[in-house]
């Protein structure tokens, strides 16, 4: 059948896009990159998908079109847990960045903001102590922030390892 060594083809073609957007993510330097490949991936999930109807279309039996269903329900889902992916690698670099501009460092509490800027606020007018103990509150809500940021986005990554772990156990019941 040539329509179904079409449909290997095209999703071939989507595994390679998955796999390079995968391998690019390891560096927050290559969000261009990543964008670009995506920009590829979404074309070829097009191609996919009209190789897959094309093939799904000619089938007859039941079994034959639950499996082509699966098949096709398994590269999507790869193409949701690497969309998934991404905005939680996305979120990331946003977070590095957040935290580099406030120049608050990942072991400081609110009281080691405070004691390192200690000596310059004795020396300080009373005005510029407020400014110091709000700046040093405004980096601690920020702080808080980001580690509710970076808690919400763990929790979501740990329930898109737990349904992609559903999904390979599903497929090796099939």
Do not use: C
């Not at 070829?44 to 098949?71: G, K, P, T, W």
């Not at 957040?98 to 460092?105: I, M, Y």
Request: proline residues 1%; glycine residues 2%; neutral net charge.
């Amino acid at each position: 059948m040539e329509t179904k060594r079409a449909r290997g083809d095209a999703k071939a073609v989507v595994s390679r896009k998955i796999k390079e957007i995968t391998r690019l993510m390891a560096d927050e330097n290559n969000v261009e990159l990543v964008d670009n490949e995506l920009r590829e991936l979404k074309e070829a999930f097009r191609n996919f998908q009209a190789a897959h109807v094309a093939f799904h279309n000619q089938l007859s039996d039941e079994e034959s079109i639950e499996e082509s269903a699966v098949y096709y329900e398994l590269v999507s889902d790869q193409i949701k847990q690497l969309q998934d992916n991404l905005e939680l690698w996305l979120a990331g670099i946003e977070t590095s960045k957040l935290l580099n501009s406030l120049d608050v460092k990942p072991d400081d509490s609110v009281s080691n903001v405070g004691s390192r800027h200690g000596s310059m606020v004795s020396r300080k007018s009373s005005a510029s102590t407020r400014s110091s103990v709000s700046s040093a509150r405004a980096k601690a809500a920020a702080r808080k922030a980001i580690l509710e940021a970076e808690a919400a986005t763990l929790k979501k990554l740990h329930r898109i390892q737990e349904e992609e772990l559903k999904l390979r156990q599903r497929k090796n019941e099939l």
